[in-house]
């Protein structure tokens, strides 16, 4: 997006500590966590530095809108 001239804006949703996915399945049942091709638990971060050097480098703005935010 830099070569092309579009500023790129970021928002930061989540912790750095990470966190798990919670899924209701299509039957309705009861909440469960994301679970990966191997039945691992799924657990997403977030990554603010990407983020932010993102925004930075195209001169776009990062936001951070999580609970650490």
């Known amino acids: 997006m830099k ?5 790129v804006s970021a ?14 399945d299509e039957g309705g049942g009861g909440p469960s ?3 990966d091709e191997h039945g691992a638990i799924v657990t997403t971060r977030l990554e603010e530095e990407s983020l932010r050097s993102i925004a ?6 990062y ?5 650490e935010g």
């Open 33 to 35: 966590v994301k679970r």
């Open 56 to 61: 930075s480098e195209t001169g776009g703005t």
């Open 63 to 67: 936001l951070a809108a999580g609970p």
């Open 3 to 7: 070569a092309a001239g579009i500023p």
């Open 11 to 24: 928002l930061g949703i989540g912790t750095v500590q990470g966190a798990t996915i919670p899924v209701v």
